[in-house]
T-cell receptor, first 114, second 114 residues
Framework: GDSVTQMEGPVTLSEEAFLTINCTYTATGYPSLFWYVQYPGEGLQLLLKATKADDKGSNKGFEATYRKETTSFHLEKGSVQVSDSAVYFCALSASGAGSYQLTFGKGTKLSVIP | ETGVTQTPRHLVMGMTNKKSLKCEQHLGHNAMYWYKQSAKKPLELMFVYSLEERVENNSVPSRFSPECPNSSHLFLHLHTLQPEDSALYLC?????????????FGPGTRLTVT
């Protein structure tokens, strides 16, 4: 079945550091790929998405590129802020029937210190 | 109220109790979802409703009983739960069934079974 593997956390960075959170996936066909963010005490929010190979999703300074050849969708940000401290989830939605189903990774907790 | 709301935010119950979780969406969506978020595990999709009809039940034990009386409300009735059912239960909604439709999540109900 479909699966998502993301790097284990927690990740602790200083403010203005560069962030990379790795995400790889296994799926048949051509899935859509997502990054969700969960701030403390809140539900998940969609951060960015990409629906086909080589697409780049971007939002709030975060970027991720859909790499079909490496089945990856790594999240990057050039300069993190304390307000970026949260748990980040990589997810995929398979193509075809049941495409509403999101398969999530386990999440990576990011802590940014001043 | 806007978005997706969930009540209660925290719930402690004994294994012989009966309780219900409530979700309400104010977005005019016609699909609603229940997810279970356990520590160190990926989010698990439990139930999906479309236009008040259940379209997905991911092998969830019968001690969890969903109810969708209308397109804005979703309940999860709980009875004779086990300690391993302790988790964060998230509700989500979307405009329809497609990866292009973002799922909007509520803040969750933190359930502890004693």
């Amino acid at each position: 079945g479909d699966s998502v593997t993301q790097m284990e956390g927690p990740v602790t960075l200083s403010e203005e550091a560069f962030l990379t959170i790795n995400c790889t996936y296994t799926a048949t066909g051509y899935p859509s790929l997502f990054w969700y963010v969960q701030y403390p005490g809140e539900g998940l929010q969609l951060l960015l998405k990409a629906t086909k190979a080589d697409d780049k999703g971007s939002n709030k300074g975060f970027e991720a590129t859909y790499r079909k050849e490496t089945t990856s969708f790594h999240l990057e940000k050039g300069s993190v802020q304390v307000s970026d401290s949260a748990v980040y989830f990589c997810a995929l939605s398979a193509s075809g029937a049941g495409s509403y189903q999101l398969t999530f990774g386990k999440g990576t907790k990011l802590s940014v210190i001043p | 109220e806007t978005g997706v709301t969930q009540t209660p935010r925290h719930l402690v119950m004994g294994m012989t109790n009966k309780k219900s979780l409530k979700c309400e969406q104010h977005l005019g969506h016609n699909a609603m979802y229940w997810y279970k978020q356990s520590a160190k595990k990926p989010l698990e999709l439990m139930f999906v409703y479309s236009l008040e009809e259940r379209v997905e039940n991911n092998s969830v034990p019968s001690r969890f009983s969903p109810e969708c009386p209308n397109s804005s409300h979703l309940f999860l009735h709980l009875h004779t739960l086990q300690p391993e059912d302790s988790a964060l239960y998230l509700c989500a909604s979307s405009q329809g069934f497609s990866p292009s439709y973002e799922q909007y999540f509520g803040p969750g109900t933190r359930l502890t079974v004693t």
